[in-house]
């Protein structure tokens, strides 16, 4: 399973996400058919233009829970003091992937970052 955490600003437009997204994959030599999933942190479950580019993508977009992202932060490889403070992890987008990739789940390097979207792609451990 391949899995791109989103992290953003608010009111980001789905042309931001998909372009973060697209980018992240490029950076890793990927295709956008090589995801399975988009996934962010629960603090972001009302940003629409996550789940507008997942509908586009026409794949599913997992909320990962507080307690999830918690238990995914020391493995993340970027720190941002304003991430960390607001959403209680350093990366979103790098613990999101984490998280909703499942055990064993690596990042392919550090996020993304586009503008205002952040995107980090993570594979499950059954994929390594």
């Not at 990962?64 to 918690?70: C, G, I, N, S």
Request: aromatic share 0%.
């Amino acid at each position: 399973m391949m899995v791109a955490g989103i992290g953003s600003r608010k009111g980001v437009s789905a042309r931001d996400v998909l372009a973060a997204i697209e980018t992240a994959l490029e950076t890793h030599g990927l295709a956008m058919t090589a995801l399975s999933a988009l996934a962010t942190a629960s603090l972001k479950q009302d940003e629409q233009a996550i789940f507008s580019a997942g509908r586009e993508l026409a794949l599913p977009v997992i909320v990962v829970e507080d307690a999830a992202l918690e238990a995914a932060s020391p493995r993340t490889i970027s720190r941002s003091d304003l991430s960390q403070e607001r959403a209680g992890t350093p990366s979103v987008s790098e613990a999101s992937a984490l998280a909703a990739a499942g055990k064993g789940a690596k990042l392919l390097g550090p996020r993304t970052v586009l503008g205002p979207v952040t995107c980090a792609i993570a594979i499950s451990g059954d994929a390594a």
